[in-house]
């Protein structure tokens, strides 16, 4: 793992529930308020909030979970699609006797996670979607296609898809499955066909956009997601890529938490109006 990617803690429990087909993985570490982290594509719990989630769980309890054909869970026959992995989200938190709770996702998990506020929005309170696009063109061109930009320092490197790959192997049910799965994945961002603007324009929770300054996200689409987000608030992390985001602990936790306490004069909302963090 990279440096600073090393939780340094153990989750108070952890994991399957059974929904849709699936034997979902998730920990929680921590009490309080419930935070769903949603990871990025082809990443575990660990490779993505690693850096992290303790200061996250120091105030809540995070409610980490791997996604279809990632990490712990394995794979079944099925697309990996938007709506599905969503679902899947949706049955853990019924199995968990959890009604509402905030979410925080990266990438694929910030896709995730603004599927389940569109469809579901009275099981989401706050949002955080970073490194998340609404639409194809969100993208810079070489993600999508890398011949585009040859070299282009916003892709991942070498030693990220190592990481990646290791990662997966050192806990997946099938380590041999990674370039299967990958193959298998890539039509869920490279097919994405998006929302219109206008269910955007339509939410009702609390939303933070988080991107880095050289993202896949275009620096543009971010702030147009901004404005049409009703209350929303942008963070642009100077000197940050998409594989670095959810690294940069020293600007994202404040951010985050920040975001997560509202002002002491706002109603609370949803199931955890006595937490400190509420």
Request: glycine content about 10%; hydrophobic content about 40%; proline content about 8%.
């Amino acid at each position: 793992m990279s440096e600073g990617q090393e939780s340094g803690t153990y989750p108070s429990s952890a994991g399957y529930a059974r929904v849709n087909g699936l034997d979902l993985y998730y920990e929680i570490h921590g009490t309080g308020q419930p935070l769903v982290l949603l990871h990025g594509g082809l990443l575990t719990i660990d490779l993505t909030f690693g850096g992290i989630l303790p200061a996250l769980a120091a105030t809540r309890q995070v409610v980490a979970v791997e996604l279809q054909g990632h990490g712990h869970t394995g794979d079944i026959d099925r697309d990996p699609t938007l709506a599905y992995l969503a679902d899947d989200v949706v049955g853990l938190l019924d199995h968990l006797g959890i009604d509402r709770a905030d979410f925080f996702g990266f990438s694929l998990g910030g896709l995730t996670a603004l599927q389940l506020a569109l469809t579901r929005p009275a099981r989401v309170d706050r949002l955080v979607l970073a490194s998340t696009h609404y639409r194809p063109d969100g993208y810079h061109p070489e993600v999508l296609d890398p011949r585009a930009r040859p070299g282009s320092r916003r892709m991942p490197t070498e030693s990220d898809f190592q990481e990646m790959y290791e990662a997966y192997a050192k806990v997946a049910p099938d380590p041999g499955r990674f370039e299967a799965f990958a193959e298998k994945l890539q039509p869920t961002v490279h097919a994405f066909e998006g929302w219109p603007a206008r269910t955007l324009a339509g939410l009702e929770a609390p939303v933070l956009l988080l991107v880095g300054d050289t993202d896949f996200v275009r620096l543009e689409h971010a702030v147009e997601m901004h404005e049409l987000i009703p209350g929303s608030q942008l963070g642009v992390l100077p000197g940050t890529t998409h594989s670095d985001l959810p690294r940069r602990s020293d600007l994202v936790v404040p951010m985050v938490r920040a975001f997560l306490r509202p002002p002491a004069d706002a109603s609370p909302t949803g199931t955890g109006a006595g937490s400190d963090d509420r």
